[in-house]
């Protein structure tokens, strides 16, 4: 009985022990470390509309993922809602096909709208992102948007800009390969059905110019990056999500915008794109004739701003007089 009540006893200590270890390791680790919420995937963001003469407002917050064994910077993108080019700006010093375990990484989940209409579908290039107001919403109105990734047109077949319509919708479509596309094709195919090696998805919609449409894709890693023909590409989840909103004679507005400003709770936040298609010999100059034409030159930083635009994260940046050093604020931003 004695060896018994020994035996009991030196298990109770090690128990003991082991979970005031535990308790230590846990106290000995920063809260990011200890734990990061799960990452979610953004694609409705709830906006105050802004009255004629107003800013653009920032919307959405920034999250933080800890990367796990296997994953890459694409998984983390389509998991988030993101296109591939988004996340790796964001985190231009990380490898984005073996990223370390544990490393933790900026999920870009706050944007700065397109200085536009904002109404129906609103697609600014250079940031390969899709917005999608509601026809007719009414200045100081809270509406939710919806916000995709998109893939775009590559050097040779750039995605144009300019007003389009929705012309018609069709699922399931079948692929006539125009002759431009034909000749470079490796695997001639004048015809291509429905299916899984439709480049197109299960999902199509025309717009009214040219031979352009907004359609789905059979290669998702494809998206966030220069892979079409001058087509917008989705997701094959977010296409199915369009499709519904999607009606004919509906309005397609494509622009052209590599540097965003916005603002926030007061503040000046400016939004940095690579500019694709090389249509400004000078980001600097185009940051600054922005500024300019929204009347915030005088409230702006010029150090941090020059910052953003060499940094090009697309993340919107603070670039007010006294903002902290940091380019990443990962509170959320209050609507003012």
């Known amino acids: 009985m004695v060896a018994m009540r020994s035996v009991m006893g030196r298990v109770a200590l090690g128990l003991c022990l082991l979970a005031m270890h535990a308790c230590a390791s846990r106290r000995s680790l920063p809260p990011a470390e200890q734990l990061l919420p799960p990452l979610e995937?953004?694609?409705?963001?709830?906006?105050?509309?802004?009255?004629?003469?107003?800013?653009?407002?920032?919307?959405?917050?920034?999250?933080?993922?800890?990367i796990v064994p296997k994953d890459t910077l694409l998984d983390v993108a389509r998991n988030a809602g993101l296109g591939f080019r988004e996340v790796k700006d964001a985190n231009r010093s990380v490898d984005e096909w073996i990223p370390p375990a544990g490393l933790e990484v900026v999920v870009p989940t706050r944007w700065i709208l397109p200085r536009t209409h904002q109404r129906g579908i609103v697609v600014n290039v250079p940031e390969m992102r899709m917005y999608v107001f509601p026809p007719?919403?009414?200045?100081?109105?809270?509406?939710?948007?919806?916000?995709?990734?998109?893939a775009?047109?590559?050097?040779?077949?750039?995605?144009?800009?300019?007003?389009?319509?929705?012309?018609?919708?069709?699922?399931?479509?079948?692929?006539?390969?125009?002759d431009s596309i034909y000749r470079k094709m490796?695997?001639?195919r004048r015809v291509v059905p429905p299916g899984p090696d439709n480049p197109m998805g299960a999902y199509r919609i025309r717009l009214s110019r040219g031979l352009y449409s907004i359609?789905?894709?059979?290669t998702p890693w494809a998206i966030g990056r220069q892979t079409t023909h001058g087509c917008l590409r989705l997701y094959p989840e977010d296409i199915d999500d369009l499709y519904e909103l999607a009606?004919?004679?509906m309005g397609v507005e494509m622009v052209y915008e590599p540097v965003k400003v916005g603002t926030a709770g007061g503040r000046v936040f400016v939004e940095v794109h690579e500019d694709v298609y090389k249509k400004f010999p000078s980001l600097d100059r185009e940051a600054a004739r922005v500024l300019r034409a929204a009347g915030l030159t005088a409230h702006v930083d010029r150090d941090k701003l020059r910052e953003a635009v060499r940094e090009r994260t697309g993340v919107p940046v603070d670039v007010s007089p006294g903002a902290p050093p940091s380019s990443y604020q990962l509170?959320?931003?209050?609507?003012p």
């Open 136 to 150: 007719r919403p009414k200045p100081g109105a809270a509406i939710t948007v919806r916000t995709w990734a998109v």
């Open 41 to 66: 995937r953004v694609t409705e963001l709830p906006v105050r509309v802004p009255a004629p003469g107003d800013q653009p407002p920032v919307v959405g917050e920034l999250q933080r993922y800890r």
């Open 186 to 188: 490796e695997r001639k």
């Open 331 to 335: 509170t959320a931003v209050s609507e």
């Open 247 to 249: 009606r004919p004679s």
């Open 152 to 178: 775009i047109g590559d050097d040779e077949s750039p995605t144009p800009v300019g007003p389009f319509t929705i012309t018609s919708k069709d699922k399931n479509p079948t692929w006539y390969v125009p």
């Open 215 to 218: 359609h789905g894709s059979d």
